[in-house]
């Protein structure tokens, strides 16, 4: 690594040992791992909860030898059990699974006939061993108008921090799921992005950048050890996409910012990789036959909740190229015709079902932030079009953008979505990807917002569960310095994003998002100090859109 003095930002980290050393140390430490939870070492999980189902899934380590990634070990049969009670006096589903090399001794289990709304205990028991036990939660069946409330995450770089955010929403007893919107793991070496910052409180195995199936298997296996990442698998069922760093860093539909085919090899054999170790350690409910690797997804919650789960990341175009690391955009690139987020495809699969859809609530979950930010205020479109036509169209195209990885890359497709939203209500966004919190309405048209104030949906933005912010970084390197950025972002959306109705751009976190029929509240819960292993996790803020208002307003915390 780089010399602390000295720091350097960097397309990938730097790492001493190579790749070889790399693995070794994750195999260095894998028998005393072994011993402690042969052969369950990695828990339990389950996902996707339907009104009458719900996956689940753990892995079987069948031999010291059949560590993640290894590809060796035989099939294991693997007897699993559903229950109403905790102690397993009342089963009420059973069965057998296999556990082989194809899926890394990973089981998918989707089990169905159960009752909606139903908390349940299952567990799995496998060459003589028992598994731990997991609880899970299914839907609410159409109809029910009971409320619905999701713990929502993403970005969990372990190198950078702890995961307290887990530990928290794991010892919530009152979630439906949790929705988790990308980044489950990273590819970097250690370090990450920025050489030699910080000082990591730990590295994940395998110690270099990862590129191959057998790294990203050997990834999620080490996540998975995580304490906090089993105990929130163990308490709630999740629904999870992934976004960029299941595979690398600003991934496209043709590569990455941080893929060399030249050192790294073909881009479509890496994504594959990436994609389908997700698949492997991830209680994902698979929905088409003919696309093994689709994530793209919809899921009911009685009355109250429609959620439409997307993939920004495998059909995408590339992205304007920005000034550094995604940031910083002069131009007018983002407002090409052809740039495209989701496929068209995936577009008509949204608006058409969000449309059609009588839930109370139509929810995206929805990896990167789809709210308008720009970095200079414009003239208000009703005052531009008194210019003529030519200069009105040149006055409302943004030419100074803060970020254009995100949907701010892609103008012309957001817009078809805003317009597709315009005409239906109560249409809420979640999103992670930037590391950041932020409260936004959606207007229906950025460059008249600033007099007409029409906002056609809102979107709540969960911070990094341990993966800091460009605030963060900075003040790595120099303490203070990213105090004084985050101000000057806070400044810069106050005075040109009126839309931007919170904004925290320093503390890891999460968000729970509550449901009811008169309203969605979305409370923050932020890290005190992300170097901490045990530290604490406080109450940040609530925001809330009442049903039919398309608007933000501030909220009180919930008592419950």
Same mark, same amino acid.
């Given at each position: 690594?780089?010399?602390?003095?000295?720091?350097?930002?960097?397309?990938?980290?730097?790492?001493?040992?190579?790749?070889?050393?790399?693995?070794?140390?994750?195999?260095?430490?894998?028998?005393?791992?072994?011993?402690?939870?042969?052969?369950?070492?990695?828990?339990?999980a389950?996902?996707?909860?339907?009104?009458?189902?719900?996956?689940?899934?753990?892995?079987?380590?069948?031999?010291?030898?059949?560590?993640?990634?290894?590809g060796?070990?035989?099939?294991?049969?693997?007897?699993?059990?559903?229950?109403?009670?905790?102690?397993?006096?009342?089963?009420?589903?059973?069965?057998?699974?296999?556990?082989?090399?194809?899926?890394?001794?990973?089981?998918?289990?989707?089990?169905?006939?159960?009752?909606?709304?139903?908390?349940?205990?299952?567990?799995?028991?496998?060459?003589?061993?028992?598994?731990?036990?997991?609880?899970?939660?299914?839907?609410?069946?159409?109809?029910?108008?009971?409320?619905?409330?999701?713990?929502?995450?993403?970005?969990?770089?372990?190198?950078?921090?702890?995961?307290?955010?887990?530990?928290?929403?794991?010892?919530?007893?009152d979630?439906?799921?949790?929705?988790?919107?990308?980044d489950?793991?990273?590819?970097?070496?250690?370090?990450?992005?920025?050489?030699?910052?910080?000082?990591?409180?730990?590295?994940?195995?395998?110690?270099?950048?990862?590129?191959?199936?057998?790294?990203?298997?050997?990834?999620?296996?080490?996540?998975?050890?995580?304490?906090?990442?089993?105990?929130?698998?163990?308490?709630?069922?999740?629904?999870?996409v992934?976004?960029?760093?299941?595979?690398?860093?600003?991934?496209?539909?043709?590569?990455?910012?941080?893929?060399?085919?030249?050192?790294?090899?073909?881009?479509?054999?890496?994504?594959?990789?990436?994609?389908?170790?997700?698949?492997?350690?991830?209680?994902?409910?698979?929905?088409?036959?003919?696309?093994?690797?689709?994530?793209?997804?919809?899921?009911?919650?009685?009355?109250?909740?429609?959620?439409?789960?997307?993939?920004?990341?495998?059909?995408?175009?590339?992205?304007?190229?920005?000034?550094?690391?995604?940031?910083?955009?002069?131009?007018?690139?983002?407002?090409?015709?052809?740039?495209?987020?989701?496929?068209?495809?995936?577009?008509?699969?949204?608006?058409?079902?969000?449309?059609?859809?009588?839930?109370?609530?139509?929810?995206w979950?929805?990896?990167?932030?789809?709210?308008?930010?720009?970095?200079?205020?414009?003239?208000p479109?009703?005052?531009?079009?008194?210019?003529?036509?030519?200069?009105?169209?040149?006055?409302?195209?943004?030419?100074?953008?803060?970020?254009?990885?995100?949907?701010?890359?892609?103008?012309?497709?957001?817009?078809?979505?805003?317009?597709?939203?315009?005409? &239906?209500?109560? !249409?809420?966004?979640?999103? @992670?990807? %930037?590391?950041?919190?932020?409260? =936004?309405?959606?207007? +229906?048209?950025? #460059?008249?917002?600033?007099?007409?104030?029409?906002?056609?949906?809102?979107?709540?933005?969960?911070?990094?569960?341990?993966?800091?912010?460009?605030?963060?970084? &900075?003040?790595? !390197?120099?303490?203070?310095? @990213?105090? %004084?950025?985050?101000?000057?972002? =806070?400044?810069?959306? +106050?005075?040109? #994003?009126?839309?931007?109705?919170y904004?925290?751009?320093?503390?890891?976190?999460?968000?729970?998002?509550?449901?009811?029929?008169?309203?969605?509240?979305t409370?923050?819960?932020? !890290?005190?100090?992300?170097?901490?292993?045990?530290?604490?996790?406080?109450?940040a803020?609530s925001?809330?859109?009442?049903?039919?208002?398309?608007?933000?307003?501030?909220?009180?915390?919930?008592?419950?």
């Open positions: 690594m780089s010399d602390i003095s000295t720091p350097r930002l960097t397309r990938r980290g730097l790492v001493a040992a190579g790749m070889g050393s790399g693995l070794a140390l994750a195999l260095a430490r894998w028998p005393e791992v072994y011993a402690a939870g042969a052969p369950f070492v990695h828990g339990v389950s996902g996707d909860p339907l009104p009458d189902g719900v996956v689940l899934w753990t892995r079987v380590t069948p031999s010291i030898e059949a560590s993640p990634g290894s060796v070990g035989p099939a294991v049969s693997v007897t699993w059990e559903v229950a109403k009670d905790p102690a397993f006096h009342q089963v009420v589903k059973q069965g057998v699974a296999s556990a082989t090399t194809d899926h890394d001794h990973t089981v998918h289990v989707d089990v169905t006939g159960l009752a909606p709304a139903t908390t349940y205990w299952y567990r799995f028991s496998a060459l003589g061993a028992t598994s731990r036990v997991g609880r899970t939660r299914t839907a609410p069946a159409l109809g029910s108008s009971t409320p619905v409330r999701f713990g929502v995450v993403s970005c969990a770089n372990y190198d950078w921090g702890w995961f307290v955010p887990y530990k928290f929403l794991a010892a919530r007893n979630l439906d799921a949790v929705l988790h919107l990308g489950y793991i990273y590819e970097y070496a250690p370090g990450g992005v920025l050489a030699g910052y910080p000082k990591n409180p730990r590295n994940a195995d395998p110690r270099h950048e990862i590129t191959t199936l057998a790294d990203y298997r050997i990834r999620h296996g080490c996540y998975k050890q995580e304490q906090h990442l089993q105990d929130l698998h163990a308490a709630h069922p999740m629904i999870a992934w976004d960029d760093h299941e595979i690398a860093n600003d991934t496209w539909a043709e590569g990455a910012e941080n893929h060399d085919p030249a050192t790294e090899g073909d881009w479509a054999t890496r994504a594959s990789a990436g994609r389908h170790a997700f698949l492997d350690w991830l209680p994902v409910r698979h929905t088409d036959p003919n696309d093994w690797i689709r994530i793209t997804r919809r899921l009911r919650f009685g009355d109250q909740v429609d959620l439409f789960l997307l993939d920004e990341r495998r059909f995408r175009t590339k992205t304007p190229k920005s000034l550094l690391l995604g940031y910083g955009y002069l131009g007018t690139a983002s407002s090409n015709p052809s740039a495209d987020m989701i496929g068209s495809d995936q577009e008509h699969w949204l608006i058409s079902g969000v449309k059609a859809s009588n839930a109370r609530w139509k929810v979950g929805n990896q990167m932030p789809f709210f308008p930010q720009v970095l200079l205020g414009q003239l479109g009703q005052v531009t079009q008194l210019l003529g036509p030519k200069l009105a169209a040149l006055l409302d195209t943004p030419i100074a953008q803060l970020y254009v990885e995100d949907w701010n890359g892609f103008l012309q497709q957001r817009q078809r979505l805003v317009d597709g939203m315009a005409g &239906v209500d109560n !249409v809420v966004v979640l999103t @992670g990807d %930037v590391h950041q919190s932020f409260a =936004s309405e959606i207007p +229906a048209k950025p #460059n008249k917002y600033l007099l007409d104030r029409k906002s056609v949906a809102v979107e709540f933005v969960t911070p990094g569960v341990a993966s800091p912010s460009v605030q963060s970084m &900075v003040n790595q !390197v120099a303490p203070g310095v @990213g105090n %004084v950025l985050d101000t000057l972002l =806070s400044t810069n959306n +106050a005075l040109a #994003n009126p839309w931007i109705k904004s925290e751009g320093l503390r890891t976190g999460c968000m729970v998002v509550d449901f009811t029929q008169q309203r969605v509240q409370d923050w819960f932020l !890290v005190d100090n992300i170097n901490s292993p045990t530290s604490g996790i406080s109450y803020a925001w809330q859109t009442t049903a039919g208002s398309r608007r933000l307003t501030k909220a009180a915390k919930r008592l419950t």
